[in-house]
């Protein structure tokens, strides 16, 4: 015999549409190198529903690795979104390896496109010719003034959003086993060996974020995850703050920029 309750896959759709539904008007904080920009997790929402978007007209196959290089930003949330909820591979690259090391990882992983905050354009451009398999790098204006090679490879993100088609219909995975994610190690011993988190696995870890004698985040906190969303995507605590319906405060950058009151005053 079977059982009836709760027979629905546990996916990240799921965290997407709740976090829409009931926490839209939460506040997302992004301290960047020319100031801080403020949304809600509904803004974010609707920006990664384009984003999505975006992925199917770079040519990004079903299944393909999406690369980030990015720093802890509301942007990255949306690829934290927009990968995953449609059945793509969320590939969150080290930006504190060696160069050889993030060769290695981005061609292993057949990454198809890498989104980089400009910012950190410089450190990854000068690999690109050694790495085979990308075809696509979105440049993400963090704000830093750092030129931006005139390459046919090279998008700029916010042009690429507002040339997207709309998402039809919502996002949604059937197979909780479905790869939602993938991270590699250091390379300490040997080439860096990589992980991959299922749906599943991603869920269950963003709920462990919610018990009290863990982080036990809630709807009545502010969260700044300082650590990186490219080492084991952030301890879940980014889709954790989605569920529970924490505001978001993120570093970016600028580990020292202080986020305005506004985040911190109760309208958040």
């Not at 993400?140 to 998008?155: L, S």
């Not at 870890?205 to 009290?212: D, E, P, R």
């Not at 580990?255 to 958040?268: E, L, Y």
């Amino acid at each position: 015999m079977r059982g009836l309750m709760q027979d629905r896959p546990l996916a990240l759709p799921h965290v997407f549409h709740r976090a829409e539904q009931y926490f839209g008007h939460k506040t997302v904080v992004t301290a960047q190198a020319s100031g801080e920009t403020v949304t809600t997790v509904a803004e974010v929402g609707r920006a990664g529903t384009p984003a999505a978007t975006v992925l199917d007209a770079l040519g990004v196959s079903a299944d393909g690795r999406v690369g980030t290089f990015c720093w802890n930003t509301a942007r990255h949330l949306e690829l934290y979104l927009a990968a995953p909820c449609t059945g793509r591979v969320l590939h969150t690259l080290n930006i504190r390896l060696f160069p050889e090391q993030l060769v290695y990882i981005a061609n292993h992983a057949e990454d198809e496109v890498v989104f980089v905050d400009r910012s950190l354009l410089p450190v990854l451009w000068k690999l690109v010719d050694r790495i085979t398999t990308v075809r696509h790098y979105v440049v993400i204006d963090d704000g830093a003034d750092v030129p931006v090679p005139d390459d046919p490879r090279v998008h700029d993100y916010e042009e690429l959003l507002a040339a997207a088609a709309p998402f039809g219909g919502d996002f949604a995975v059937a197979d909780e086993n479905t790869a939602a994610a993938m991270c590699y190690t250091s390379g300490t011993t040997g080439n860096p060996k990589g992980v991959v988190y299922s749906h599943r696995s991603a869920v269950l870890h963003s709920l462990v974020t919610l018990i009290a004698d863990g982080p036990g985040l809630s709807e009545r906190d502010v969260l700044l995850p300082v650590v990186p969303m490219f080492h084991a995507n952030a301890w879940g605590l980014p889709y954790g703050a989605l569920l529970a319906g924490s505001s978001l405060v993120f570093p970016g950058p600028n580990m020292t920029r202080r986020p305005s009151r506004a985040c911190w005053n109760g309208t958040g």
